[in-house]
């Protein structure tokens, strides 16, 4: 159980481009997914914390504008890199939360690697 | 500020014993979580500690001391496959999860 999927698993775009990422739980419902980033040998950084049906919690320094989050439901979030540069080349991680099991334990999506050309 | 340190990188052979440290100042604590992260992979849950003591589970094991800000993973009988990083995340009075930078362990032959 608590299985969450992310998609693409890769992706290459060209600067000025946008690309968007889904990340779903698939057999349980997730009122809060997190959105993270993690440059190599380092750890995870959190981007944001959206609940379902309501705007996200941006982190401190990362643009929301930029970085536009929607969690329409309680199965899936997206994150959206707009006009992305060669400087947000990063592995990009989401997770849910669930209320059952370990408190707050957050179940990981396997990620997306997005590379900016 | 808030601040989890651990080892960058630790080496250690096959069949043999490891204990990654974790030490950690935060504002509140609500459980400590360790997770294990192969490269190029998300990371998996490995164990939650929110009173101190030993949690065993297989060949891991966590410990927990909050008086000292204190964790420790504890990995018995290694095998190659365990080569991976290992990351001490602290659940905040704000339910929000601080992530240490992550211990890439070696195994060797």
């Known amino acids: 159980g608590a299985v969450v999927s992310q998609h693409p698993s890769w992706v290459i775009c060209k600067s000025g481009t946008s690309v968007k990422i889904e990340c779903r739980s698939l057999?349980?419902?997730?009122?809060?997914m997190f959105w993270y980033r993690q440059f190599p040998k380092q750890s995870l950084m959190l981007m944001a914390t959206?609940?379902?049906?309501?705007?996200?919690?941006?982190e401190q320094g990362v643009e929301k504008d930029k970085f536009l989050i929607n969690h329409a439901s309680l199965t899936l979030s997206t994150l959206t890199v707009t006009s992305a540069h060669p400087e947000d080349s990063s592995f990009y991680i989401c997770?849910?939360?669930?209320?059952?099991?370990?408190?707050?334990?957050?179940?990981f999506g396997p990620g997306t690697r997005l590379t900016v050309t | 500020g808030q601040n989890i340190d651990q080892p960058t990188e630790m080496t250690a052979t096959e069949g043999a014993i490891v204990q990654i440290n974790c030490t950690y100042q935060t504002s509140g604590f609500n459980g400590l979580f360790w997770y294990q992260q192969h490269a190029g992979e998300a990371p998996t849950f490995l164990s939650y500690n929110v009173l101190d003591g030993l949690e065993e589970k297989g060949r891991f094991s966590s410990f927990l001391s909050r008086s000292k800000g204190y964790s420790y993973l504890l990995l018995k009988e290694l095998q190659m496959k365990d080569s991976a990083s290992y990351l001490c995340a602290v659940l905040d009075s704000n339910y929000q999860l601080i992530w240490g930078a992550g211990t890439k362990l070696i195994i060797k032959p």
């Open positions: 057999d349980f419902q997730a009122t809060t």
């Open positions: 997770s849910a939360g669930t209320s059952g099991g370990t408190p707050y334990e957050q179940y």
């Open positions: 959206s609940n379902e049906g309501s705007k996200a919690t941006y």
